[in-house]
């Protein structure tokens, strides 16, 4: 096997402590800005995904009877070394993305600061007592880690996705196997050798990637596995939460999203514009909480349709290491594919193309942003989540007209609101039916906030104190007088 861009390095797998770079079949490793083979990484087989579940179980068995304090130490030491390697870490993830270099350097910063405060706040936990109670000793509630995880994340968050399921069950004493995505496996990477070199026990946290579905089905069906934690797509998220339900096993589902903002007439406009532009480049629109739906009041539509085509129409698209970059391209041809019939499906249909609308004609997979004005209802991007740069721009009259269309798909993930009134945004933000809304600006992922949707966006939470829960089981303890 070899490696083809020498400054990307080889993806392995760590099972039960050691990396494997040669198993018998291997995929390839694209860089989505110019098409160039970065690497190839091993698959791995049953024997691989069998030791990691053996693995995981002794891990268990070291890691859940230490102390959290020694837990966190370890945890504090590996956020040090991740930053040691930052600058690296963040080129190999835009070489695998292609998103800007800053966009990656405040990942892998996340990733650090993910070890920390898990690792802090699961140092906080104590038992619940009950109210005292005649003939009772003590009457107490206690969370024990539910034992060895299987996390699965995607390629869109190469590193955080994976960092914030993995820095949680750590924190509070489980193992976990985790699959970061094949696309991008060397972000991740880099977050595992740090726990590795800060002196992360043997089996504690295994590594896998290959066929996704024959590690998912594998992991699942395994008595060793107690919790499976996804982010990706609907369609897989309900193939595996399936397969965990038919195990009664828990899990926690971060699914699609297809995010609506809705800019009142009392809004400042500009503001908007520009804080929209920023959030929809994002990862080039690959994003769950990406604003995608917009719905702009009567009064104002013209003024923020036009404005926000325009400074979006504008951005300065390239490969994420050159410094001018603004947005990069979109995961692979396949994304391209679909981004593209979208857009073409609505214009179709009768939207107006406000800019974009265009894959850019040079290597990678550069789609223009795109703006779609005045969408009818029966357009695909109105009920498919776009996960490209592509944004709808759609008017409303009133505050229930905007709700009611707001709420219109099978997704809840993240919504949006602006608005210069007090009582429009607490009447919205009770309106909107969604895990996460932000009010004014696109905040809605902090590394003490829950993180999680409804409906056919997902279930259960990630990160803050709710994800360090997703990862505990309860116990009653109740001791009578002897
Ligand atoms: P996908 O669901 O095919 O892949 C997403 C991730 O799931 C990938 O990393 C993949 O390795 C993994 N995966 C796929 N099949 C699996 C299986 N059987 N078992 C375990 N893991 C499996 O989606 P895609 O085509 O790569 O991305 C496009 C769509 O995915 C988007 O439309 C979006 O809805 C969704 N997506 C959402 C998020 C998110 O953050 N919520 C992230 C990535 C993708």
Same mark, same amino acid.
């Given at each position: @096997?070899?490696?083809?861009?020498?400054?990307?390095?080889?993806?392995?797998?760590?099972?039960?402590?050691?990396?494997?770079? =040669?198993?018998?079949?291997?995929?390839?490793?694209?860089?989505? *800005?110019?098409?160039?083979?970065?690497?190839?990484?091993? +698959?791995?087989?049953?024997?691989?995904?069998?030791?990691?579940?053996?693995?995981?179980?002794?891990?268990?068995?070291?890691? &859940?009877?230490?102390?959290?304090?020694?837990?966190?130490?370890? @945890?504090? !030491?590996?956020?040090?070394?991740?930053?040691?390697?930052?600058?690296?870490?963040?080129?190999?993830?835009?070489?695998?993305?292609?998103?800007?270099? *800053?966009?990656?350097?405040?990942?892998?910063?996340?990733?650090?600061?993910?070890?920390?405060?898990?690792?802090?706040?699961?140092?906080?936990? $104590?038992?619940?007592?009950? =109210?005292?109670?005649?003939?009772?000793? %003590?009457?107490?509630?206690?969370?024990?880690?539910?034992?060895?995880?299987?996390?699965?994340?995607?390629?869109?968050?190469?590193? %955080?996705?994976?960092?914030?399921?993995?820095?949680?069950?750590?924190?509070?004493?489980?193992?976990?196997?985790?699959?970061?995505?094949?696309?991008?496996?060397?972000? /991740?990477?880099?977050?595992?050798?740090?726990? =590795?070199?800060?002196?992360?026990?043997?089996?504690?946290? !295994?590594?896998? +990637?290959?066929?996704?579905?024959?590690?998912?089905?594998?992991?699942?069906?395994?008595?060793?596995?107690?919790?499976?934690? /996804?982010?990706?797509?609907?369609?897989?998220?309900?193939?595996? *939460?399936?397969?965990?339900?038919?195990?009664?096993?828990?899990?926690?589902?971060?699914?699609?999203?297809?995010?609506?903002?809705?800019?009142?007439?009392?809004?400042?406009?500009?503001?908007?514009?520009?804080? %929209?532009?920023?959030?929809?480049?994002?990862?080039?629109?690959?994003?769950?909480?990406?604003?995608?739906?917009?719905?702009?009041?009567?009064?104002?539509?013209?003024?923020?349709? =036009?404005?926000?085509?325009?400074?979006?129409?504008?951005?300065?698209?390239?490969?994420?290491? $050159?410094?001018? &970059? $603004? @947005?990069?391209?979109?995961? %692979?041809?396949?994304?391209?594919?679909?981004?593209?019939?979208?857009? $073409?499906?609505?214009?179709?249909?009768?939207?107006?193309?406000?800019?974009?609308?265009?894959?850019?004609?040079?290597?990678?997979?550069?789609?223009?942003?795109?703006?779609?004005?005045?969408?009818?209802?029966?357009?695909?991007? @109105?009920?498919?989540?776009?996960?490209?740069?592509?944004?709808?721009? !759609?008017?409303?009259?009133?505050?229930?007209?905007?709700? &009611?269309?707001?709420?219109?798909?099978?997704?809840?993930?993240?919504?949006?609101?602006?608005?210069?009134?007090?009582?429009?945004?607490?009447?919205?933000?009770?309106?909107?039916?969604?895990?996460?809304?932000?009010?004014?600006?696109?905040?809605?992922?902090?590394?003490?906030?829950?993180?999680?949707?409804?409906?056919? &966006?997902?279930?259960?939470?990630?990160?803050?104190?709710?994800?360090?829960?997703?990862?505990?089981?309860?116990?009653?303890?109740?001791?009578?007088?002897?």
């Amino acid at each position: @096997m070899t490696t083809q861009n020498p400054e990307y390095g080889r993806p392995a797998l760590f099972v039960d402590g050691k990396w494997i770079t =040669d198993t018998p079949r291997s995929g390839e490793v694209i860089n989505p *800005a110019t098409g160039e083979v970065l690497a190839s990484f091993p +698959i791995a087989e049953p024997e691989h995904i069998e030791l990691a579940l053996s693995s995981a179980l002794s891990g268990f068995e070291v890691w &859940s009877n230490m102390a959290p304090d020694a837990r966190a130490r370890i @945890m504090n !030491n590996a956020a040090a070394a991740i930053r040691e390697k930052s600058e690296e870490s963040a080129r190999h993830m835009t070489l695998e993305l292609g998103k800007p270099l *800053a966009d990656s350097r405040a990942e892998v910063e996340n990733c650090a600061a993910l070890l920390e405060w898990c690792a802090k706040a699961a140092t906080e936990q $104590q038992d619940r007592p009950l =109210d005292a109670r005649p003939g009772f000793e %003590s009457l107490k509630v206690r969370k024990e880690p539910i034992g060895p995880v299987a996390a699965f994340a995607p390629w869109n968050f190469p590193a %955080s996705l994976a960092a914030r399921k993995m820095a949680s069950a750590l924190a509070v004493g489980c193992s976990v196997i985790v699959k970061p995505a094949e696309e991008t496996p060397m972000s /991740f990477i880099a977050i595992v050798k740090a726990l =590795d070199f800060a002196g992360l026990p043997r089996g504690v946290v !295994n590594l896998l +990637i290959g066929d996704p579905a024959q590690i998912s089905t594998q992991l699942i069906a395994s008595p060793v596995i107690r919790k499976v934690a /996804f982010t990706g797509s609907t369609t897989v998220g309900q193939k595996l *939460a399936a397969m965990a339900g038919a195990e009664a096993k828990p899990s926690v589902m971060e699914l699609g999203g297809h995010a609506p903002v809705v800019v009142f007439d009392d809004a400042d406009i500009d503001r908007a514009i520009g804080l %929209s532009v920023v959030a929809k480049a994002r990862n080039a629109g690959q994003v769950c909480v990406a604003p995608t739906r917009y719905l702009v009041q009567d009064d104002v539509y013209d003024a923020f349709a =036009d404005g926000f085509a325009k400074a979006f129409g504008a951005l300065k698209l390239g490969d994420g290491l $050159q410094p001018d &970059s $603004q @947005m990069g391209p979109v995961l %692979s041809p396949a994304r391209l594919e679909a981004v593209d019939a979208l857009v $073409q499906d609505a214009v179709a249909k009768g939207a107006r193309l406000l800019t974009g609308g265009r894959r850019l004609n040079r290597p990678g997979n550069f789609y223009a942003p795109t703006v779609l004005a005045d969408v009818p209802p029966e357009a695909r991007v @109105m009920q498919e989540e776009p996960f490209g740069p592509i944004a709808v721009v !759609n008017r409303f009259s009133t505050f229930e007209d905007a709700v &009611s269309v707001a709420n219109n798909t099978d997704f809840a993930l993240g919504a949006y609101a602006f608005t210069g009134s007090q009582e429009t945004a607490d009447r919205i933000s009770d309106a909107l039916d969604a895990g996460m809304v932000g009010i004014n600006g696109y905040s809605v992922v902090f590394l003490d906030s829950p993180l999680g949707g409804r409906r056919y &966006s997902g279930f259960g939470s990630e990160g803050g104190y709710e994800g360090l829960d997703a990862y505990r089981i309860t116990k009653f303890i109740s001791q009578a007088v002897a």
